[in-house]
């Protein structure tokens, strides 16, 4: 049982250039999240995804975009990286039908763009 | 809107010090709340819950209890050891809301021996 998974660790970009980051979870969740993490910010929701194939925006949604591929996988596209989207980005995933409704998280990836 | 509000960082105290980090919450309906740790270069794990009010979660020598009229969920340790040393978030969720989470801007909480 490997919780949430997510791929690449660590990746540097130049500006424009564009990825997917990747994030699986196996515990059966049917709801998934993207967060990225700022020095002094907290954690801010970029999508998430009640549902297999539903996706919403959440706090900071702006030049990124998402797939829910599946009921385990949840993808995050940067589509022209710019130097703001440095960040850790952080894939999360819950069970909402429980009384503990926690969210899980995988390891995050650090993302530089140049 | 729902919204966490937690003490700046960062907290620095001595082996065997007793720690308070302080959390208050914004929130319109009745959420769940949690506190979660980020060690250094990880995700976040969950150190601790509580969904209703006077609940008292507790894990680890660690324990919050839910305000409901302070809107409060104050993080406790009597004795905190070198290894406690990471950042703490605490976070509400909104479970009438696709269990979307608020999460507070982190207190890091250094402990020297």
């Known amino acids: 049982n490997a919780g949430v998974t997510q791929t690449p660790k660590f990746q540097v970009l130049k500006t424009g250039q564009s990825m997917t980051l990747q994030c699986a979870q196996d515990m059966n969740h049917n709801s998934m999240y993207w967060y990225r993490q700022d020095p002094g910010m907290g954690l801010r929701l970029i999508y998430y995804?009640?549902?297999?194939?539903?996706?919403d925006k959440g706090e900071v949604p702006n030049g990124y975009n998402v797939s829910r591929l599946n009921k385990r996988e949840f993808s995050l596209r940067l589509e022209s990286a710019a130097p703001s989207q440095t960040s850790v980005y952080f894939c999360?995933?819950?069970?909402?039908?429980?009384?503990?409704?926690?969210?899980?998280f995988g390891p995050g990836t650090r993302l530089t763009v140049l | 809107g729902d919204s966490v509000t937690q003490m700046e960082g960062p907290v620095t105290l001595s082996e065997e010090a007793f720690l308070t980090i302080n959390c208050t919450y914004t929130a319109t309906g009745y959420p769940s709340l949690f506190w979660y740790v980020q060690y250094p270069g990880e995700g976040l794990q969950l150190l601790l819950k509580?969904?209703?009010?006077?609940d008292k979660g507790s894990n680890k020598g660690f324990e919050a209890t839910y305000r409901k009229e302070t809107t409060s969920f104050h993080l406790e340790k009597g004795s905190v050891q070198v290894s406690d040393s990471a950042v703490y978030f605490c976070a509400l969720s909104d479970l009438g809301n696709f269990n979307k989470f608020y999460f507070g801007s982190g207190t890091k909480l250094n402990v020297k021996p």
């Open positions: 999360a995933s819950s069970d909402t039908s429980g009384a503990y409704n926690e969210q899980f």
């Open positions: 509580a969904t209703k009010a006077d």
């Open positions: 995804s009640a549902s297999e194939g539903t996706t």
